[in-house]
């Protein structure tokens, strides 16, 4: 303990007292406050610590707190912010984790209201099934939350038909900086001032605003300095050219202040409910048209007439993104649509109730684009190959995002929004810019909304990299400016964009904005440095620039990533690993616990802050990375699904290998990680284990002792599989197979392991079973990385003369087969035959839906029978490989009718379930 305390600070003394809180969930821990020290964007600062309150009293009593204390409050959901809005020195108030019910839903008047924490998509799963759902749309959908959204006033693809979320606001309930609680929702003047008294802060507030948009002079340098009233997309400071317009355009002046709220970024008090308008889901029947251009000016030119079509979206995409997944086979597939080698694609989307009507909107849109003539062809989109345009567009996204080295896409200036019919002639300045700054635009737009999405190449661990940044952010501010544009569409001013909102908004609306802070914050106790009083752009960044770079030796290479820091530093704090939807695995332990702490972003954070920020000189050994890394499951989820390919199972390996150095390895890890010889010494004696393990009262106290949940039933032990098969020999075809006998399938899973050998004999293929030996799998995910290099370079001593594409090596168990084509690459001291076995082992499956696909195996060599199949396939396989060749092989016989379960990682491979 005394070490925990001492050596890795893992506990310390908070400097404010926090037990009057009480009952609120709070970390002040070392731990916790480098897990919330990030978000999306390129800052870092150390919270004070991070609490999750569960209901409004939970937050008046944080108000009151923070007040008496002189602490700031930085509200914060699922953390996916760009521009830096929830990093800061006070208290992280996390609402996603419980704060996140829906409250209250009226079908009939198209309503709901919910608490901040509620995840976007859960709220439109709750809506379905009655035919409606909240419109604006973020790529975060699926992780950002509704306060978020709120705080952000975000929006998305739809947001040219269902506008942003400040224009579903109904209303917010807001605890202010007095610990009030109020509702602002529309109103008309009088009624503003119909409750309390005048002293009241709520009515004072009501009082500020009459006054100034009432004033003549405000009025003007509102309506003139503000974007132009075309760019709907607008989020640059607060929102009083949004309250000037209901002000002025009704007959009696209406003022609701939950528009202002949208978009304050949780500078001007906290949201505890907020009431939405909901939209009727789109019209099921949708076309997508993909018009191709040669020239970016063209595309562009043509997006203010396709905008006067009913279009659902309108989104822009240039060829450096097209070309990103030109070599990649998974995406290749996904540009089908293309014609020719464009230099920009709109996509333009259509929907409709009938078909006859989509087909009328159709053909009036292809009308538009010949009469035009811009565009040199187009293709049209629907079902399924919508979603694979779409699929490429996000791939093509995501390896553009997914660079290794120290160069990253910034975000600072991707997000200006400027008039449609200006875009084009933006971008063609905006590129003569950027070329100022060596640097080559790729363009990616929400083209009609007039949002530009474009992040300089910058490496912010240098000073000339910082120099950068903040000079090609001062100049793209200028340049949306020439055009009364916004410098934030969508995702906010942060810190990252505040320095700007006078020159965006004049002197004199920057000084009403602080005027407006000041009524509502006095003490500067909600998200300073943002908006208001802003941190300097170019301090406080995620990397010190210029630091001495930690020298970090591992076992494992990682040098694929330029070593592990960077592998860690891959992370950009995206959030896709906090998504709880079907359609994926990533992050298991998320999803279990909802604590960041058992996220992969959050693995991927602690391990970059104790690799630069430790000074022990194993800097493994922390009790910071034990506590992250503890619930990963090692499913692999990550390596593949997050899409900077953060592999935290890999991580979790070379870390464990590091800790144990240092530290005692329990008897259950040392079971686990060496089953293989123990099966091997004490199978003569299964029949007693086996018995023992199932006897009730001596079975649960063996398994007590060694740390394995009594209420597990346990494999059974049987003899070696590999003795029966090992000396049988098969005549077959000419083609000739080598079956991989794995350390589980030797001799628990013999079932399967016998089934695999007569399937194959069966087909005809000569099979050729050596003996069993051990993957290293079992040793990887316990940390015994020497001895899984033992069978690494064992086994391509053993097969690399005798596998090759014409003999390949069968696996059955897929985490111990993709060790081979895995870690292997990773472990082994021949790195060349490493490559030439990886290339040449297959999972079963994925060796016999290959032949299938080549004619090698019919349906008439199987039963006739008829099944119903469901695949819940194993996590690896979907991680390294695919589970569509297991749907092809159970899909062969004429009868059987086969389901891939849309499951996520069910926990009880490896050691995890024990
Ligand atoms: C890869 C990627 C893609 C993105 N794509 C889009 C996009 O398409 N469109 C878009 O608009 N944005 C986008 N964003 C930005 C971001 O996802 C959105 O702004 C999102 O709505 C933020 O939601 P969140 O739950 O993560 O909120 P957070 O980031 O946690 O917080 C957002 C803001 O809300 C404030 N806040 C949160 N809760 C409260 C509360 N209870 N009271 C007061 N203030 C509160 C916070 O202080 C902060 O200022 C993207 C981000 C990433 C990383
Ligand atoms: S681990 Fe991957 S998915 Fe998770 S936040 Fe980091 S980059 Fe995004
Ligand atoms: S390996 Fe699985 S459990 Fe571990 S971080 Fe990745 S997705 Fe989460």
Redesign the pocket.
């Known amino acids: 303990l005394q070490k925990i305390i001492f050596s890795h600070s893992f506990i310390m003394m908070p400097r404010y007292d926090f037990n009057s809180l009480g009952g609120i969930e709070m970390n002040t821990d070392s731990l916790h406050r480098q897990l919330y020290a990030t978000?999306?964007s390129v800052y870092r600062i150390l919270p004070e610590g991070v609490c999750f309150p569960k209901n409004k009293l939970d937050i008046v009593s944080l108000v009151n707190f923070a007040r008496e204390n002189k602490i700031p409050l930085?509200?914060?959901?699922?953390?996916?912010?760009?521009a830096g809005?929830?990093v800061g020195s006070g208290l992280i108030?996390d609402?996603?984790k419980y704060?996140n019910n829906i409250l209250d839903f009226d079908a009939k008047a198209k309503t709901v209201t919910v608490e901040?924490g509620v995840v976007?998509h859960d709220l439109n799963a709750f809506l379905a099934p009655h035919q409606l759902f909240f419109g604006?749309?973020?790529?975060?959908s699926n992780?950002?939350?509704i306060?978020?959204?709120?705080?952000?006033n975000?929006?998305?693809?739809t947001s040219i038909k269902y506008g942003v979320t400040r224009d579903k606001i109904q209303s917010v309930e807001?605890v202010l900086h007095d610990g009030s609680v109020v509702l602002f929702e529309a109103k008309e003047m009088e009624e503003c001032f119909k409750k309390g008294s005048k002293s009241d802060l709520e009515h004072q507030i009501y009082q500020f605003f009459t006054e100034i948009l009432s004033d003549p002079d405000h009025q003007k340098s509102i309506r003139t300095e503000y974007p132009k009233a075309t760019v709907h997309r607008r989020n640059t400071g607060y929102a009083l050219d949004a309250l000037l317009n209901d002000f002025t355009d009704h007959k009696v002046p209406m003022l609701n202040l939950a528009k202002l709220?949208a978009g304050?970024?949780?500078?001007l008090?906290?949201?505890?409910a907020i009431t939405l308008s909901l939209d009727d889901v789109p019209p099921q029947e949708s076309v997508m048209v993909a018009a191709h251009y040669d020239s970016i000016k063209k595309c562009l030119r043509s997006v203010a007439p396709l905008m006067k079509h009913p279009l659902y979206t309108c989104e822009m995409m240039d060829k450096t993104i097209l070309d990103c997944t030109k070599n990649n086979s998974n995406h290749a597939k996904n540009r089908f649509f293309l014609k020719g080698d464009p230099q920009g694609i709109l996509m333009l989307e259509l929907r409709a109730h009938t078909s006859l009507e989509l087909n009328k909107q159709l053909n009036s849109l292809e009308g538009t684009l010949e009469r035009m003539n811009l565009s040199y062809g187009h293709s049209v989109l629907r079902g399924k190959e919508i979603d694979a345009a779409l699929n490429l567009r996000s791939a093509g996204l995501g390896l553009l995002g997914n660079i290794v080295g120290d160069e990253k896409a910034v975000a600072c200036i991707e997000d200006t929004a400027v008039p449609v019919d200006q875009l084009a002639d933006y971008i063609e300045d905006f590129t003569v810019l950027m070329g100022k700054f060596h640097q080559s635009p790729v363009y990616y737009a929400h083209a009609g909304a007039g949002e530009l999405h474009l992040r300089p190449m910058l490496n912010l661990k240098k000073n000339a990299g910082v120099k950068q940044f903040k000079s090609i952010t001062k100049a793209v501010a200028q340049l949306v400016k020439k055009y009364h544009g916004s410098m934030s569409g969508?995702?906010?001013d942060?810190i990252v964009r505040s320095e700007y909102i006078a020159l965006m908004l004049g002197k004199k609306n920057h000084s009403l904005l602080q005027e407006v802070k000041r009524l509502f914050d006095p003490h500067n106790l909600f998200?300073p440095g943002?908006i208001i009083g802003p941190l300097p752009m170019d301090q406080n960044l995620r990397y010190q620039p210029e630091r001495k770079e930690p020298e970090v030796n591992t076992f494992m290479d990682f040098s694929a990533d330029q070593g592990i820091l960077r592998a860690a530093e891959k992370c950009?704090?995206?959030?896709?690993c906090r998504k709880t939807t079907t359609d994926a695995t990533i992050c298991p332990s998320y999803r279990a616990t909802k604590a960041e702490k058992d996220s992969t972003r959050g693995r991927a954070n602690v391990l970059r802050e104790v690799l630069t920020q430790g000074n022990t000189s194993n800097p493994f050994d922390s009790q910071e990375l034990k506590a992250v890394m503890d619930l990963c499951i090692g499913c692999k989820a990550c390596a593949s699904e997050c899409?900077s390919n953060v592999d935290v199972a890999t991580y979790k390996a070379e870390f464990q290998y590091q800790f144990n150095k240092n530290n005692a390895i329990p008897m259950r890890d040392r079971i686990f990680a060496f089953n293989f010889g123990i099966s091997k010494f004490i199978h003569p004696f299964r029949g007693v284990q086996n018995t023992l393990f199932k006897t009730p009262v001596l079975g649960y106290i063996i398994k007590s002792a060694l740390g394995i949940a009594p209420q597990r039933s346990m494999p059974k032990l049987h003899a070696p599989l590999d003795r029966s098969l090992v000396a049988k020999k098969t005549a077959g075809s000419s083609q000739k197979v080598y079956l991989y006998l794995d350390e589980f399938t030797n001799y628990f899973d013999i079932s399967v392991g016998r089934d695999a050998y007569e399937l194959l004999v069966r087909l005809g293929y000569q099979v050729e079973v050596l003996p069993a030996s051990e993957s290293g799998r079992a040793y990887i995910s316990k940390g015994f990385l020497k001895e899984a290099k033992a069978c690494a370079d064992q086994n391509i001593a053993r097969y690399k003369d005798i596998v090759s594409d014409k003999t390949p090596l069968l696996g059955i168990e897929p985490s111990a087969l993709y060790t081979f084509k895995d870690e292997y690459l990773k472990l082994a001291s021949d790195k060349k035959n490493a490559r030439k076995l990886a290339k040449n082992c297959f999972l079963i499956e994925e060796f016999i839906a290959r032949e299938i696909t080549r004619d090698h195996i019919s349906p008439n060599a199987f039963t006739d029978q008829s099944k119903n199949l469901k695949i819940h396939a194993h996590c690896y396989q979907k991680a390294l490989g695919n589970p569509a060749d297991t749907f092809a092989m159970l899909n062969l016989p004429k009868n059987y009718s086969v389901t891939l379960l849309s499951t996520g990682c069910c926990g009880m491979a490896g050691s995890f379930g024990y």
């Open positions: 978000d999306a930085i509200p914060r959901a699922g953390g996916t912010s760009l809005q929830v108030v609402v996603s704060f901040p976007r604006p749309n973020t790529s975060t992780r950002c939350t306060g978020g959204m709120v705080g952000n975000s929006s998305g693809t807001c709220i304050s970024e949780g500078t008090g906290f949201v505890t969508e995702h906010g942060g998200n943002k950009n704090g995206s959030g896709d899409p």
